[in-house]
């Protein structure tokens, strides 16, 4: 809850003056454009609970959470298989691939799951550590120092989370994609009977490893078990590439799979299957195409799924197991479409499915402004002004189903952002969006802030916040655009730390 001095609304009151082109004011440094693409998303608990604080590192760069489970992280290099990892206190790291794409917004949902057996095991005698179906059995004198290879003679905390696809909560913990490299090094679909996820660590929380030439034995005891292959590859999860990697086998014992391995990551029981296709598009209420949308499939008579996104034309090509059913949906900058169930084609073959909707937005996204920031100020604030005077802020959030049309999606107030502030229908005139230093110290210079813009034609622009301020403005001018009433047909990016932002 923020506290509305009367000074600070004092403070607010006398900004209200004309928008800076038309006047003075410039105090600071000039934004420069960064390059690459925008990763926006979500990170929610295996129980759907946003997680306020989680860590997010992609291709070195780092953010966190807002107290709703977003973030969003500008400049991220381009690739095709962009590793995004969470990592929240009291849950195991939650991993997920994505395309980035240089001036594209990536949408990328990941669930982190509670860890959910410790135990302590004496190195002189190991011990066996078991949840659910899955079991762990360390031999005797099997740890060694992941940092220098010492033998480790102290009790080694072992933590262990195992699924087995009882519920849809093991699905959405599944680390990256289905998609493995097998023995020949070739890309392979996979299907899961089952994962465990293993961290090893001493009292003092210094990282273990398995000793060179120990063997740890690996068993699955399930309804999947039961009725799988006599033998099944097994799989690691390489953490830098995103990528599953086949890695010897379990056997047949019983109704259990049992196999033996040398090191921890995550490890994974898994078919590998040749593939068939769905095709289609992804389109707004107004059956617009929506270039870069995320799409997904879920197995729903197997354990498998895969994504992909759009290309600029909406339309989409993902890799299914052929001959089950499976249920498809997309998710663009959070909205999602519903979900289409349907049968998978043969090896190889195609099916064209009807369009996925994006129904949420109610209209096309015409613009969006998204700003994130560093761990300190904790807060600053998006403004929008619209030509008919709106102005869309914390204290006036707006709407996208009623005029103005224009929403501001939440008030972050403790650090990291983002802030989303989305234009669906568009007025005729002039909108005006600046960010505001809410707490004031530190300087806005100091932190860190990004704005991202994008609008209907799939332009996009990633400013960074100047780092210097000699007058110490609490305002950063970031943009603004002219509308004829149905189309964005000119936008000017400022870039500059000023005393006073408003139309």
Known sequence: ??????????????????????????????????????????????????????????????????????????????????????????????????????????WVELHVAPVQVTATIDPATGGTVSSGTQTVTFPSDAFVSAGSGAAITEPVTVSLSAFDYSSSTDFDAF????????????????????FVDVTLRTASGAEVAIAPGVEVALRLDSALSATAPDTVPLWYFDEENGVWIEEGQATRQGTALVGSVSHFTTWNFDLAYAVAYLSGRVVDANNQPLAYAAVSHRGVTYNGGSGTTTDANGTYRIPVNPDHTVDVWAVYRGFRSQTIRTQTPGVGQTTLLDDLVIGGIGAAVNATFTLSWGSAPDDLDAHLWTPSGAHIYY????????APYVQLNTDDTSSFGPEITTVTQLERGTYVYCVHNYTGSPGIEQSGATVTYSDSRGTLQSLGVPTSNGGAAEWWRIAAFDSDGVRITDVRFDGRLVASCTP
């Open 175 to 194: 680390p990256g994609d289905f998609v493995g490299r097998d023995l020949s090094g070739t890309e392979r679909a996979l299907e899961s009977l089952g």
């Open 395 to 402: 204290g006036n959030k707006g709407s996208l189903g009623a």
């Open 1 to 106: 809850m923020r506290n509305y001095s009367i000074l600070r609304l004092m403070a607010l009151a006398l900004v209200a003056g004309t928008w800076l082109a038309c006047g003075g004011g410039d105090t600071g440094g000039t934004s420069e454009p960064l390059t690459g693409g925008v990763v926006m998303g979500t990170v929610f608990s295996t129980a759907d609970s946003p997680i306020d604080g989680a860590q997010l590192s992609i291709v070195g760069r780092e953010t966190a959470t807002n107290g709703q489970g977003w973030f969003t992280l500008a400049g991220v290099p381009a690739g095709e298989r962009v590793v995004v990892r969470a990592t929240a206190e009291g849950y195991r790291d939650a991993f997920e691939t994505i395309e980035v794409r240089d001036g594209v917004v990536a």
